[in-house]
């Protein structure tokens, strides 16, 4: 079985800080791993995504993530966060052959001006 | 761009309705696929299909139906709305031997059932 977890439901930083999402995964085969962004009242639209080669992962909007299977981790990162990265952020896992993609619960960004 | 529309962004039924939630792709996908998404719970998988007439359940099949008629078209049927399926729904699409790796969502359906 395949799951997520994403520490936090709701982050808040301020316009310029560091942004740091957290998602850890359970997975007994190697993962795909990705993050989805969702606008409010948006569809998902996919930031980045691991499936096999480099584990530092850039994306889309200033954002990376970095596949660390020793601590099945693969948590989001932007140096310099921006007002309009406020929204929902969700994890996903799955793999080769796999019958799903499984979201995390997802996690709420909030940026302070 | 891969286009994955959705007829309705707002819904309102009524319990008991027969509710329709239509989702039309325009890149020849192979894949399509109806999720649920509800606070604190993430995105749960209703149904998928592989190809025109084909389907398989999801995680939360129960209340639910799927047609799929045509490869552009997937539709998710509610056969008697439910006061607990008021919901957002997003269909999502992708290519045969990408199914998971590059899904495309829509802009999703919020049904709210009274």
């Known amino acids: 079985a395949q799951s997520v977890t994403q520490l936090g439901s709701h982050v808040s930083v301020s316009e310029g800080a560091l942004v740091l999402l957290r998602c850890n995964y359970s997975?007994?085969?190697?993962?795909?791993l990705f993050w989805y962004v969702q606008y409010p009242n948006q569809g998902l639209q996919l930031l980045l995504k691991?499936?096999?080669?480099?584990?530092l992962v850039k994306g889309i909007n200033g954002f990376e993530a970095e596949f660390k299977k020793s601590e099945t981790s693969f948590h989001l990162t932007k140096p310099s966060a921006h007002m309009s990265d406020a929204a929902e952020y969700f994890c996903?896992?799955?793999?080769?052959?796999?019958?799903?993609?499984?979201f995390g619960t997802g996690t709420r960004l909030t940026v302070i001006p | 761009d891969v286009k994955v529309t959705q007829s309705s962004r707002y819904l309102v039924k009524r319990t008991g309705e027969k509710v329709f939630l239509e989702c039309v792709q325009d890149?020849?996908?192979?894949?399509m696929f109806w999720y649920r998404q509800d606070p604190g719970l993430g995105l749960r998988l209703i149904y998928f299909?592989?190809?025109?007439?084909?389907?398989e359940k999801g995680d939360i099949p129960e209340g639910y139906s799927v047609s799929r008629e045509k490869k552009e078209r997937f539709s998710l049927i509610l056969e008697s709305a439910s006061t607990n399926q008021t919901s957002m729904y997003l269909c999502?699409?992708?290519?045969?031997?990408?199914?998971?790796?590059?899904?495309?969502f829509g802009q999703g359906t919020r049904l709210t059932v009274v």
């Open positions: 997975s007994s085969v190697p993962p795909y």
């Open positions: 890149m020849d996908h192979e894949n």
């Open positions: 299909s592989y190809d025109v007439k084909m389907k």
């Open positions: 996903a896992v799955t793999s080769l052959g796999a019958n799903n993609l499984f």
């Open positions: 691991y499936t096999t080669g480099a584990t």
């Open positions: 999502a699409s992708s290519l045969r031997d990408r199914r998971w790796t590059e899904a495309f």
